[in-house]
């Protein structure tokens, strides 16, 4: 069974600071992909960035990268230089190469002050 | 410009009364899928569809029904049966299900029952 944990529940960053949101996750399968989506207050799901088990390079999109530690089964979102956009909640998800559906954390709440 | 549509934005039954939530996508996307969001919490998965006239039940298809018979458009019912229907509904759709393709999703649907 997978599972995906967020231990943060909120966070608060000064704005154009870096941030990090951890997100560590669990599953037996090899081939595996992991994402990131932000959820403002609006309620839509925005994707952000993926990164596939199999990558040896840490994505990155914009002012989003992902710290990708496959031994510690840790896939760690970083926003660089916070903008007052920023504030939202924050999924970490992740789906094997058969699983048909995404498994989500509890989410991290970022408010960033200006 | 493509995308995914979900309406109403908000809705308010009576317990007791069938409600169906629309949704819509242009993005010539085969999987579709709906997602059920409490507040606080991550998103689960309540049915799955990877082919026209095809779907599958989530981890908690019970008191919803689904219809796929146009590759554009997944309705989804939430029936009687449903004990606790009041939450916040997303639909989302990707290439193809399975694998690692990305989820878009659209901007949800708030249905509270009174």
């Known amino acids: 069974a997978q599972k995906i944990t967020q231990t943060q529940p909120g966070m608060f960053v000064q704005e154009k600071e870096a941030v990090t949101l951890d997100c560590t996750y669990d599953?037996?399968?090899?081939?595996?992909?992991l994402f990131w989506y932000k959820q403002p207050s609006s309620g839509e799901m925005i994707f952000l960035i993926y990164q596939g088990s199999y990558d040896e390079q840490n994505a990155t999109e914009g002012r989003y990268s992902l710290n990708f530690q496959k031994a510690r089964k840790s896939a760690n979102l970083v926003i660089s230089a916070s903008q007052l956009g920023d504030s939202a909640m924050y999924f970490c998800a992740m789906r094997d190469s058969i699983d048909y559906k995404l498994s989500f954390g509890a989410g991290t709440t970022v408010t960033v002050r200006a | 410009d493509g995308g995914i549509t979900q309406s109403p934005k908000y809705l308010f039954r009576k317990e007791g009364q069938n409600v169906t939530l629309s949704c819509e996508q242009n993005?010539?996307?085969?999987?579709m899928y709906w997602y059920r969001q409490d507040p606080g919490q991550g998103l689960r998965l309540i049915y799955y569809?990877?082919?026209?006239?095809?779907?599958q039940k989530g981890d908690i298809a019970e008191g919803y029904s689904v219809s796929r018979e146009k590759k554009e458009s997944f309705p989804l019912t939430v029936t009687s049966a449903q004990k606790n229907p009041t939450a916040f509904y997303l639909c989302?759709?990707?290439?193809?299900?399975?694998?690692?393709?990305?989820?878009?999703f659209g901007p949800g649907t708030r249905l509270t029952v009174l």
């Open positions: 569809s990877q082919i026209v006239n095809d779907f």
């Open positions: 993005l010539n996307h085969d999987a």
């Open positions: 599953t037996s399968d090899q081939s595996y992909g």
């Open positions: 989302a759709s990707s290439i193809v299900a399975g694998g690692t393709d990305t989820q878009y």
